[in-house]
């Protein structure tokens, strides 16, 4: 699938997309969360246990694996 095409689909854009060709993939999602040490406690710890595993379900779907990477 070219990358204009996983673009419009991480965007939430299906409809030009071939839909079949997509299942066959298996695509990689890294999302690298980085900050200081010292700040953004509250906000890495939601993003690792509230949304990661909300959008690891959504995307499972499409198969999309999707890896949070959390420097702590």
Do not use: C
Request: no cysteine; charged share 30%; net charge positive.
């Amino acid at each position: 699938m070219a990358a204009a095409a996983r673009m419009e689909v991480i965007r939430g854009n299906f409809q030009h997309v071939d839909l079949l060709q997509w299942k066959r993939s298996l695509w990689k999602m890294l999302v690298f969360v980085s900050s200081t040490f010292t700040d953004t406690h509250r906000e890495r710890d939601y993003l690792m246990k509230e949304l990661h595993p909300r959008l690891m379900e959504a995307a499972r779907e499409h198969r999309v694996l999707v890896t949070f990477v959390d420097m702590r």
